[in-house]
């Protein structure tokens, strides 16, 4: 793997201050493939620096400018569309077909989706005797995770660029490599020096640095609830915004007039994929104690397809291999009934947990309540619609979910009452332009489409 040995700030790859480098390893086989530096405070603040020279300029070009370097983006990405995929099944271990399928199409679709909302997105309104401009919020600090590397960094960075704000990009270290490729399609479409500047490095050392700094006017974060909330609690401290997509629990009801081997394959799919991490996997599927049994025997069919090494890739690392092995142990000691899968490595080699599947868990257990961030699917009995939706908004999380019913309104009326930021109705399709965020502690403000492109901006009144 090709990787650069330096940041990309104000237009050009530049040497680090620091001499600390990052280690990338390949989760399935366990091999440093590259090294990229560890970006120190020092490197935040000139990247910053870049981002907020930038910003006038940038502020003041026309959407149409702006789309057309958009357009130039979409187009970069979509020429490296292999290099992305193998680079991601690199450093993050999914199978090839899924990186070329989702970790590299869906970030092309949406980098292209922002220049087409530029060309006819209203940045002014007129309210009775007032002219509202929605102008651009100022220099973003984007920290973004591992789990869909490419995804997440062009889910706040193409909004915050078509809203024309400049941006600083902290992206995971487990997968610096793809966020390069990303900086150097930037490069190619020909962003002004400074518009995007990208500075690797540890969450604990460059995350807060970028976070903390003084002349960043929003950070924006996808990750875990637990640095989510100190990221929040030091934003509101300075009285800057943030936003945030933090974890969820996401339930996929399955009610009783539901096609059930439908609901439990994709459901089962859901979960499985990207070996389940996935903030908005729909890891408790929920099930009418008449069709309870019959579910299991579907979901433990289902599994058995999700082979390691196979349709199924490694975690992104050590660490969170062993966290997602403990919570399976977790759930055996609570009493739940492993009908696929368990804690021991399928593997000899790579961080690989088996696709597990859990019956008869309650709502009360660790399993059913904590994000765990691996391929474990909890199937949970419900009595009655009454109990299902009890269960359904029964964590702190709102991210996601999914109803399943063989009349479409019984689903939607359902889905209303659900305490969650996205709903998927007997399997609907992820809608790229759809507004993707979280209710409860999942987080605040959405991602994609005009919604996303809404978080960039502020309003100013003029009145007449
Ligand atoms: P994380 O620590 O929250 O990482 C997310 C991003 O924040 C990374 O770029 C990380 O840098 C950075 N970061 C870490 N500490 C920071 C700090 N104090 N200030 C500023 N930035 C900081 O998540 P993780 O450790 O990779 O994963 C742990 C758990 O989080 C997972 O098991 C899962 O439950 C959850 N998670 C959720 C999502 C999601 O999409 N909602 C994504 C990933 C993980 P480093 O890469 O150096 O840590
Ligand atoms: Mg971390």
Not at 56 to 83: M, V, Y
Not at 281 to 299: E, F, G, K, N, S
Request: proline share 5%.
């Amino acid at each position: 793997m090709k990787a650069h040995d330096a940041m990309y700030i104000d237009g050009a790859w530049r040497p680090a201050a620091g001499t600390d480098t990052i280690a990338v390893v390949n989760p399935a086989d366990e091999q440093v493939i590259a090294t990229v530096p560890a970006g120190t405070p020092a490197d935040v603040d000139a990247a910053v620096r870049a981002a907020r020279a930038a910003f006038p300029g940038w502020a003041a070009t026309a959407p149409a400018e702006r789309a057309a370097r958009l357009t130039a983006l979409r187009d970069a990405l979509a020429a490296r569309r292999e290099e992305i995929a193998e680079t991601v099944t690199a450093e993050l271990g999914s199978p090839l077909a899924f990186s070329q399928a989702v970790h590299a199409d869906v970030p092309i679709a949406v980098a292209g989706s922002y220049a087409t909302i530029l060309a006819t997105h209203a940045f002014e309104e007129k309210v009775g005797n007032s002219t509202v401009h929605h102008e651009p919020v100022g220099v973003v600090g984007a920290i973004t995770p591992w789990n869909y590397p490419l995804h997440q960094i062009v889910a706040k960075v193409a909004p915050a660029l078509a809203a024309g704000c400049t941006v600083v990009l902290k992206p995971a270290e487990d997968t610096p490599l793809v966020a390069q490729l990303f900086a150097e399609a930037i490069d190619e479409a020909g962003f002004p020096a400074g518009t995007f500047n990208l500075v690797t490095g540890l969450g604990l050392v460059a995350g807060q640095a970028l976070a903390e700094h003084a002349d960043v006017d929003l950070v924006s974060f996808t990750g875990s609830t637990a640095v989510g909330s100190r990221i929040a609690a030091t934003a509101g401290a300075a009285v800057k915004r943030v936003a945030l997509e933090l974890g969820g629990k996401s339930a996929n009801v399955i009610l009783p007039s539901a096609d059930l081997a439908r609901a439990v394959n994709v459901g089962v799919a859901n979960v499985m994929s990207n070996s389940g991490q996935t903030c908005s996997a729909w890891t408790r599927m929920l099930v009418h104690r008449d069709q309870y049994d019959q579910a299991v025997a579907l979901a433990t069919a289902a599994a058995a397809k999700y082979v390691a090494g196979g349709r199924i890739g490694p975690l992104v690392n050590a660490k969170q291999q062993a966290r997602v092995r403990g919570y399976i142990e977790q759930g055996v000691e609570e009493g739940a009934r492993l009908v696929a899968g368990g804690p021991e490595a399928p593997l000899d080699k790579g961080y690989y947990v088996a696709a597990t599947v859990f019956a008869d868990v309650t709502p009360d257990m660790t399993i059913a309540q904590e994000e765990i961030f691996g391929p474990v699917l909890s199937i949970l009995p419900y009595e009655d619609e009454a109990d299902a939706l009890r269960i359904a908004n029964g964590t702190v999380y709102g991210l996601a979910g999914a109803v399943w019913a063989g009349d479409q309104d019984e689903a939607v009326a359902f889905a209303r009452r659900m305490d969650t930021g996205q709903v998927d109705i007997n399997g609907g399709r992820f809608n790229p332009l759809a507004p993707f965020g979280g209710y409860k502690q999942s987080g605040f403000g959405r991602e994609l489409g005009a919604h996303g492109l809404a978080e960039y901006l502020h309003t100013k009144s003029l009145q007449f």
